[in-house]
């Protein structure tokens, strides 16, 4: 593969709708931060911030594994059941991770849970400011 063979790739992977819907999550994650901190303390912040960052990454994570799939399925990508798998290991280590986040108190499960709040909010939002023009085909 060729520099910008994989520059191509990277770039079909988050077209600008899914990037201002992860800028927004982020943006609206940060405010939600910024007044656990300010109303509840330090542990809230940091429980908020987890749950924030467990957001973006599970939203990131999601549009690359279904960029890539949509990209191998119209493709006829022999590599579209390794993206399957990702899907799958992405579940699994979601599910894992929260768990052990509580199980070990690490976090506060509000503060985690208003964190996540920053998902759908930040799309909400994000699909309202968003460019709404069409795509040209590719």
């Keep these: 593969m060729s520099i910008d063979e994989a520059r191509s790739e990277a770039t079909r992977a ?3 709708r899914t990037r201002t ?3 927004g999550v982020a943006a609206f994650g940060a405010l939600f931060v910024i007044g656990a901190g300010c109303g509840w303390g330090l542990r809230a912040a ?3 911030a987890v749950g924030v960052l467990i957001a973006v990454a599970n ?3 999601l549009a690359r594994i ?3 799939l949509l ?3 119209a493709g006829e990508d022999p590599n ?3 993206w399957g798998v990702l899907a799958v290991v992405k579940v699994v280590g979601l599910f894992g991770g929260v768990w052990l986040l509580m199980t070990s108190h690490v976090v506060d499960p ?3 849970v208003v964190g996540w709040g920053s998902l759908p909010v930040g799309i909400a939002i994000a699909s309202l400011v968003s460019d709404k023009t069409e795509r040209a085909a590719r």
Excluded: W
Aim: proline share 4%; no cysteine; hydrophobic share 60%.
């Design 14 to 16: 988050l077209d600008p």
């Design 21 to 23: 819907a992860i800028v």
């Design 46 to 48: 940091i429980s908020v």
């Design 59 to 61: 939203l990131y994570g």
């Design 66 to 68: 279904l960029g890539a």
């Design 71 to 73: 990209g191998a399925r």
């Design 80 to 82: 579209a059941g390794i």
């Design 110 to 112: 509000v503060g985690l």
